[in-house]
């Protein structure tokens, strides 16, 4: 087991700022999840794997709550998710997750984004094929051996696995599974009584594009710029 392939890093959030955006992004999950399963996460997968990240960003268990009584209460608003392509400057690729209630906002906001950033808005299909969509669990290597642990999960869909970094800082061991065995590794885990520090659905680029500091500085701000929009949940690129 050696150390996970991870992308550059391109995040130049405050810790505030970044701690306010995750509870919004958090918050529209657990709204989407409860629509789609109910609000019971022994029934609920994509609701279970919300309160894990819920968990793993410090979000207040009231705020939690909250999320829970929106998506059940009669003034639901409707999230629809979308994914926006587009490249960076320097050719560089974009996925942009955004979750919306007003698609002719997060159109026009997530193109002005890409013009000013020096990047340029593409069709559907047009960045996507350079990703692959995969779970990723990030987990405390604490008191796990990974080479038993790795043996034991491939027949939960396990993929690869690895060394990686959380954000503070801190190695972690992250795991990879196809998109479709997302449920199958989150309950091959639960067996196992293994909490994940996070749990993601990523798009994992297949190739990178390399780039110096200074590109990357110019991709990072363009980068910043989206994932600051509050339309906007995730976003993805592939700088080596």
Known sequence: MGRIFEVRKASMFARWDKMAKNFT??????VIAVKAGG????????LRRCFQNARSVGMPKDRVEAAIKRAQGKELINYDEILYE???????????ETATDNHVRTVANVKSH???GGGALGNS???AFQFKKMGVFKLNPTGLSADDLELELI???LEEMGEGSAENGDTVLVLRCAFADFGNLQKGLEERNIHPISAELEWIPTTTVPVNDEQAE???????KLEQDDDVQKVF???G
């Open 25 to 30: 992004r958090i918050g529209k999950e657990i």
């Open 39 to 46: 609000p019971d996460p022994g029934t609920n997968a994509a």
């Open 86 to 96: 587009g490249y960076a400057p320097h050719g560089v690729a974009l996925l942009v």
């Open 114 to 116: 890409f013009n000013k």
């Open 125 to 127: 299909g047009s960045v």
């Open 155 to 157: 027949d939960a869909g």
């Open 218 to 224: 110019d991709i990072s701000k363009l980068i910043d």
């Open 237 to 239: 690129h592939n700088m």
